[in-house]
């Protein structure tokens, strides 16, 4: 099971690629570990990083995306363009893709701890939270996959 945890932020998406087999977890070189977008007006924008996100997870045979809700008002709000963003990546085909309240990503974690210190895992600081996301998914897929 491969899982893209995905952390939107402003016109940027984060990414960290997770998977577990055998109850070993393994976190994937990627080649690309962030999208920007330019003009989230421009319909051709907005098709080429469909294309682009689409493409990476085709390449390294990904299986579900994370992605971590972000509050459509108040002091926390969403961009546009991260809403935007985000549902390219949901209409893309054969991709299961899931949403967690940062509710239900606090609960997981709290019932399943993640078993290492983000600074031993080799990823980059802007990473974490897309590697908390992809870590959520797959427990919650592994321990309760009813409520998926």
Do not use: H, W
Request: aromatic residues 10%.
């Amino acid at each position: 099971m491969r899982t893209c945890g995905v952390e939107i932020t402003g016109s940027d998406v984060l990414l960290c690629i997770l998977s577990k087999d055998n109850d070993v977890f393994d976190i994937r070189d990627v080649r690309q570990t962030r999208f920007t977008l330019g003009n989230g007006n421009d319909t051709e924008v907005m098709r080429k990083f469909q294309f682009d996100f689409a493409k990476l997870m085709q390449d390294y045979q990904i299986d579900s995306v994370a992605i971590r809700e972000r509050q459509p008002k108040g002091k926390f709000a969403g961009s546009a363009k991260g809403f935007k963003m985000e549902t390219a990546i949901q209409l893309i085909d054969n991709l299961d893709v899931r949403v967690f309240s940062t509710t239900e990503i606090k609960e997981q974690v709290k019932r399943n701890p993640i078993p290492i210190a983000f600074e031993d895992t080799g990823l980059k600081k802007y990473q974490e939270n897309a590697f908390v996301n992809a870590y959520v998914y797959i427990m919650k897929k592994t321990y309760r996959s009813d409520e998926l």
